[in-house]
């Protein structure tokens, strides 16, 4: 998938639906109590998504010279660190908890509504042409 995903408003908009149904899924795997390795597969499968994600966009911020793009790496950053202390306690042999995906949702939503939105409407704008006006 991440070779078709170069780099488009389209691929990033689609990239947040496969997110939030990934985290969607895993709420509810939690609410049912499904098995924990379960709910821990689905964990690692979203977290390898996001940060293929954060590495689709980041590439995209360049190539348009996306002038927050610094701000917005370091945001991905911590919230790849919040990722992996999930995952090194995970691994160390804790469950995934309720409040760790409470974490991961909000920190994932929070930056998709907030911050990827500028993004998308800093790229509408650069697509958008301008018209001079006379005066």
């Known amino acids: 998938m991440k070779d078709r995903l170069t780099g488009t408003v389209r691929d990033v908009k689609t990239q947040h639906r496969v997110i939030r149904a990934f985290l969607a899924t895993i709420g509810g795997s939690i609410s049912r109590q499904e098995h924990e390795d379960e709910i821990t597969f ?10 293929s994600h954060f590495e ?16 917005h790496k370091w945001q991905h950053r911590f919230i790849t660190n919040e990722l992996d202390r ?6 160390s042999g804790s469950a995934y908890r309720v409040e760790d995906h ?3 949702r909000d920190l994932v939503a929070d930056h998709n509504d907030k911050t ?9 704008k650069r697509a958008t042409p301008v018209i001079a006006r006379r005066t």
Do not use: W
């Open 102 to 104: 409470r974490l991961v």
């Open 56 to 71: 689709t966009e980041e590439g995209f911020m360049k190539s348009t010279g996306y002038p927050e793009f610094g701000g």
């Open 116 to 124: 990827d939105t500028l993004f998308l409407n800093y790229c509408d």
């Open 86 to 91: 999930i995952s090194e306690a995970v691994r």
């Open 42 to 51: 689905l964990f690692f499968q979203a977290r390898a998504y996001i940060l």
